[in-house]
């Protein structure tokens, strides 16, 4: 379900500029909600962190583009920072391009994960969403170019060490 693309749209993409969730809601695009209690010091962190734009890049033949940033970085599929205001679209794309070298095509919003966590005994709340797009790449060969990534390659197969990201299951059998 894509929201409907405005003149403004994002390059290579017939998403238009995402920076409010609650039009997605209005667009129909399907939301989960998740809430959990957690110690102070996993609160802290998580209150900390932008929200996150996973993107699952899936090849003609069937494969999903899985990658870790840094050599101490868990496997997952490409996962943009979003900072406050920022277009989740153009950074999720954008993150693609200069982490695997890959150009991509948003093809639609699979949906908007929210996690909130709470401390115990604490009113205190922290947020995080996750926007997660699929999207192929624009080239044929979809190979793997020079990126800024550690690693990066296609699996049939989300792998036994990756991270499972809000949306991942939406790209893996």
Known sequence: MTPPATEETTESTAIGPITDLDALRDAGVPFFEETDTVEEAQFELLDELDDLA?????????????MRVSEDCTPKIPSAAVEPGED???????WVRQQAGIDVTLDGVEGVWTVTVRLEDEAREATRNFVVFAA????GDAAVHEGDAFEADWYAELPDDAADVPGTNRFFD
Do not use: F, K, R, S
């Open 54 to 66: 996973p993107v699952g890049v899936v090849n003609e033949d069937g494969e999903v583009l899985v």
């Open 88 to 94: 989740y679209a153009a950074v999720a794309q954008q």
């Open 136 to 139: 192929t790449p624009e080239t």
